[in-house]
């Protein structure tokens, strides 16, 4: 490799950071949501790296999970600096919605590092064989969310952008399994982006 290959290479690294020169920064309030309802609950510093994103790393996939346990497990672990992941959030059978990690922060929650960089996470109360805990409520408010996140980051509502964790490259997960209606939940996404 030329040294002009190698510069052009270590230049988008460099651009990536750039926020953390002085003053450069987003402004933070510890507490801040991204979507307008949800409850603040922070994940461990330690299952998230700090970021900048869309400028540092642009976002154009939104990962669908499945806990395999409650809601208050995935909170749980996720305040666990031991687990050493998180999701930005977690969607309760009666579509209350906490968020761990803001949306301009890397979580750890799909096993693939450039997944992580480039996607928001979203967790879902429940287990992948039991179909029964797919609420009409935790359907609807995830895809209420999932537009919102789609509309900020001018993501496509499709199969291509929104993805199962299973789907991500190098993981061992199965979630969000197979009773998760992937044709039902792009319609309530659809619909809710366009009201």
Same mark, same amino acid.
């Given at each position: 490799?030329g040294?002009? *290959? !190698? #510069?052009?290479?270590?230049? /988008?690294?460099?651009?990536?950071?750039?926020?953390?020169?002085? #003053?450069? %920064?987003?402004?933070?309030?510890?507490?801040? +949501?991204?979507?307008?309802?949800? &409850?603040?609950? !922070?994940?461990?510093?330690?299952?998230?790296?700090?970021?900048?994103?869309?400028? @540092?790393?642009?976002? @154009?996939?939104?990962?669908?999970?499945?806990?395999? /346990?409650?809601?208050?497990?995935?909170l $749980?672990?996720? $305040?666990?600096?031991?687990? %050493? =992941?998180?999701?930005?959030?977690?969607?309760?059978?009666?579509?209350?919605?906490?968020?761990?990690?803001?949306?301009?922060?890397?979580?750890?929650?799909?096993?693939?590092? =450039?997944?992580n960089?480039?996607?928001?996470?979203?967790?879902? %109360?429940?287990?992948? @064989?039991?179909?029964? /805990?797919? *609420? @009409?409520?935790?359907? *609807?408010?995830?895809? $209420?969310? *999932?537009? #919102?996140?789609?509309?900020?980051?001018?993501?496509?509502?499709?199969?291509?952008?929104?993805?199962?964790?299973? &789907?991500?490259?190098?993981?061992?997960?199965?979630?969000?399994?197979?009773?998760w209606?992937?044709?039902?939940?792009? $319609? +309530?996404?659809? %619909?809710?982006?366009?009201?």
């Amino acid at each position: 490799m030329g040294a002009g *290959t !190698a #510069g052009y290479a270590g230049r /988008g690294e460099v651009q990536r950071w750039w926020w953390r020169v002085s #003053g450069r %920064e987003r402004p933070r309030t510890n507490g801040a +949501l991204d979507h307008a309802g949800a &409850e603040w609950v !922070a994940a461990s510093s330690a299952n998230w790296r700090r970021a900048s994103r869309p400028d @540092d790393y642009g976002v @154009d996939r939104v990962v669908v999970h499945v806990v395999q /346990g409650s809601y208050s497990d995935a909170l $749980r672990v996720f $305040r666990d600096p031991l687990h %050493e =992941a998180a999701a930005h959030y977690v969607v309760r059978k009666d579509g209350h919605i906490a968020q761990t990690v803001r949306e301009l922060d890397v979580a750890f929650h799909s096993g693939n590092r =450039a997944f992580n960089e480039r996607s928001i996470g979203i967790e879902h %109360e429940g287990y992948v @064989d039991r179909p029964a /805990g797919f *609420t @009409d409520a935790m359907y *609807t408010a995830s895809a $209420r969310l *999932t537009a #919102g996140i789609c509309a900020r980051y001018k993501i496509p509502v499709d199969r291509t952008h929104i993805v199962a964790h299973s &789907e991500v490259p190098g993981t061992d997960h199965t979630d969000p399994g197979p009773h998760w209606d992937w044709d039902r939940y792009l $319609r +309530l996404v659809r %619909e809710a982006a366009a009201s």
